[in-house]
């Protein structure tokens, strides 16, 4: 069985992902991820079930390890 990711969270962390085509209200805006520049280790750190499917945070986009929830 797959996991379908939900995405309005953080495939890497959980943590709200901030992505404006998951919330309806937004959804017709460009998401911030698409001019963000993400780090190669936060590419690596999002599992292939997940890949495409939900943004990931500002701050796993910036490589840095998955903050404590």
Known sequence: MTNI???????????????ALSNPATATQ?????TAEIAPEARARISDDALNKAC???HC?????????
């Open 5 to 19: 990711p939900d995405p309005s969270k953080c495939p890497i962390c959980g943590q709200p992902n901030q992505c």
């Open 30 to 34: 460009q998401c911030w991820c698409f």
């Open 56 to 58: 990931i945070c500002q």
């Open 61 to 69: 986009a910036s490589g840095k390890p998955p903050a404590n929830p």
